[in-house]
Nanobody
Framework: QVRLVESGGGLVQAGGSLRLSCAASGRTFSRYNMGWFRQAPGKEREVVAAINWSALSTYYADSVRGRFTVSRDNAKNTVYLQMNNLKPDDTAVYYC??????????????????WGQGTQVTVSS
């Protein structure tokens, strides 16, 4: 079973940047699609970005496209979310997720079965 641990969240001013990391345990990380989600208070969880196992297929929500970049380092069992030009609307708990139901998929996933505990991102205006 893959265990996911996020880090890198914090408080930043609007226009600033943060890089979130998600470290995965287990030898099977490199096979799986990975995703980043967020949930703001009073709102439903939404997908932010997704990446397939080879990093050749990625997805971004319209609200973050051009500002956020998802990447992965399979040798380090880590997936990243680089967030630039942050806005107050980006304030949320950010979750890393893995789709262990399929391996070596040619396309990203939008549904996941394994989740991290989340990391808080707060953007002040």
């Amino acid at each position: 079973q893959v265990r996911l641990v996020e880090s890198g969240g914090g408080l930043v001013q609007a226009g600033g940047s943060l890089r979130l990391s998600c470290a995965a345990s287990g030898r099977t990380f490199s096979r799986y699609n990975m995703g980043w989600f967020r949930q703001a208070p009073g709102k439903e969880r939404e997908v932010v970005a997704a990446i397939n196992w080879s990093a050749l297929s990625t997805y971004y929500a319209d609200s973050v496209r051009g500002r956020f970049t998802v990447s992965r380092d399979n040798a380090k069992n880590t997936v990243y979310l680089q967030m630039n030009n942050l806005k107050p609307d980006d304030t949320a708990v950010y979750y890393c997720a893995a789709d262990s139901r399929q391996s070596y998929s040619g396309s990203y996933s939008l549904e996941y079965n394994l989740w991290g505990q989340g990391t808080q991102v707060t953007v002040s205006s």
